[in-house]
């Protein structure tokens, strides 16, 4: 069946220094792509997407490329910062007809000032 | 005021008990969602309404069930708790389809089976 798998945490990282978050698919069909973040206490919600091949979804300074040759969705930032500081989800859905999500295992991000 | 509301937020209960979460959503949306939030594991569908009169059961139904009131509200209730039950519960709204829609999320309800 679908799945995803992304990187394990914990990720710890200097303010400015570059991130990578590494997340790849498993998918028969052509899914949606996502990032989703998790702040402190709080519900997910959507940071970024890419709805086919090589789109680039981009949002607060992330980015991420729908690589359909390598099934990967890999989240970048150029310089992070404190409030970055969350749990990262990297998910894919509509590949089966049904709008369901499959969501990979999370990945949580300290950014040390 | 949040768009998708959960309550309660936190909740402590023994072994055996009853318990309800509620969920309830002023985005005008029809499919609404229940997950379940382990940590390592990511997150969990329990069970799925694309409107009031459809359910659909997710990847880890066993000991729950669920009850869509109305289009705003879809009710997650534990007929009888035990402690592996123990997590964080997320409500979530969709509305567009093809797969390539958002989804809404609550707070989420953080509940202890002792």
């Known amino acids: 069946g679908d799945s995803v798998t992304q990187m394990e945490g914990p990720v710890t990282l200097s303010e400015e220094a570059f991130l990578t978050i590494n997340c790849t698919y498993t998918?028969?069909?052509?899914?949606?792509l996502f990032w989703y973040v998790q702040y402190p206490g709080e519900g997910l919600q959507l940071l970024l997407k890419?709805?086919?091949?090589?789109d680039k979804g981009s949002n607060k300074g992330f980015e991420a490329t729908y690589r359909k040759e390598t099934t990967s969705f890999h989240l970048e930032k150029g310089s992070v910062q404190v409030s970055d500081s969350a749990v990262y989800f990297c998910?894919?859905?509509?590949?089966?007809?049904?709008?369901?999500?499959?969501f990979g295992t999370g990945t949580r991000l300290k950014v040390l000032a | 005021d949040a768009d998708v509301t959960q309550t309660p937020r936190n909740r402590i209960t023994k072994t055996g008990k009853r318990i309800m979460l509620e969920c309830s959503q002023t985005?005008?949306?029809?499919?609404m969602y229940w997950y379940r939030q382990d940590p390592g594991l990511g997150l969990r569908l329990i069970y799925y309404?694309?409107?009031?009169?459809?359910?659909n059961k997710g990847e880890i139904s066993d000991g729950y069930s669920v009850s869509r009131q109305a289009q705003a509200k879809f009710s997650l209730s534990l007929e009888s708790a035990i402690p592996n039950q123990t997590a964080l519960y997320f409500c979530?709204?969709?509305?567009?389809?093809?797969?390539?829609?958002?989804?809404?999320f609550g707070e989420g309800s953080r509940l202890t089976v002792l």
């Open positions: 998910a894919l859905s509509g590949t089966s007809g049904t709008y369901k999500y499959i």
């Open positions: 985005k005008g949306h029809d499919r």
């Open positions: 979530a709204t969709s509305e567009v389809e093809g797969g390539t829609g958002e989804l809404f």
């Open positions: 309404s694309f409107d009031v009169k459809d359910i």
């Open positions: 890419a709805t086919k091949a090589d």
């Open positions: 998918a028969t069909g052509y899914p949606s």
